[in-house]
T-cell receptor
Framework: KNEVEQSPQNLTAQEGEFITINCSYS?????LHWLQQHPGGGIVSLFM???GKKKHGRLIATINIQEKHSSLHITASHPRDSAVYICAVRSNTGNQFYFGTGTSLTVIP | DAGVTQSPTHLIKTRGQQVTLRCSPI?????VSWYQQVLGQGPQFIFQYYEKEERGRGNFPDRFSARQFPNYSSELNVNALLLGDSALYLC????????????FGPGTRLTVL
């Protein structure tokens, strides 16, 4: 059983669509991270959050600590958003980091 | 400012050999973490070092070891390589031990034949 589950695993969208990626976790956490990984491997940190909501440009991340759930939203999606989006949590015991398996997003022009 | 750097970029080894991967964190960052990402899967946490001390360890065998130097750079060593060790090895740095954003390096692609 994975400590972090993401859905959907794969997602194809038309340019301009609103996209939601979901993350559920089963451990107590001190922080949750949303990461973006492009082909070739490079990972970029998009958000780190422990409560509420954060917005950066067209990206919005929310977290509900009580429900152990987070969502990443992309508004007005663009082909350059095509990447793998990974949810990761830092546990509040043992200083462990757990990752989801990622959501592969393809945005079609 | 330079980001997190890793060397080498690619590496090919044979089973039973030993490998050393290197990571230089962003200037001013004192924490380095190592992750293994097998093709098609999410990364898995291997180690975290902060101020040259191990602060966290994932579920990896003792063949995996790491250390951090006074300049905060780090090495990951893997002994007695297995085919299953083939993966992208990622290094990430952050300023403190916890509660900080991580900055990832480009990774080292290790292939074990």
């Amino acid at each position: 059983k994975n400590e972090v589950e993401q859905s959907p695993q794969n997602l194809t969208a038309q340019e301009g669509e609103f996209i939601t990626i979901n993350c559920s976790y089963s451990v107590g956490i001190s922080a949750l991270h949303w990461l973006q990984q492009h082909p070739g491997g490079g990972i970029v940190s998009l958000f780190m959050l422990s409560s509420g909501k954060k917005k950066h440009g067209r990206l919005i991340a929310t977290i509900n600590i009580q429900e152990k759930h987070s969502s990443l939203h992309i508004t007005a999606s663009h082909p350059r958003d095509s990447a793998v989006y990974i949810c990761a949590v830092r546990s509040n015991t043992g200083n462990q980091f757990y990752f989801g398996t990622g959501t592969s997003l393809t945005v079609i022009p | 400012d330079a980001g997190v750097t890793q060397s080498p970029t690619h590496l090919i080894k044979t089973r039973g050999q030993q490998v050393t991967l290197r990571c230089s964190p962003i200037s001013g960052h004192k924490s380095v973490s190592w992750y293994q990402q097998v093709l098609g899967q999410g990364p898995q946490f291997i180690f975290q070092y902060y101020e040259k001390e191990e602060r966290g360890r994932g579920n990896f065998p003792d063949r995996f070891s790491a250390r951090q130097f006074p300049n905060y750079s780090s090495e990951l060593n893997v002994n007695a390589l297995l085919l299953g060790d083939s993966a992208l090895y990622l290094c990430a740095s952050m300023t403190g031990a916890t509660y900080n954003e991580q900055f990832f390096g480009p990774g080292t692609r290790l292939t074990v034949l």
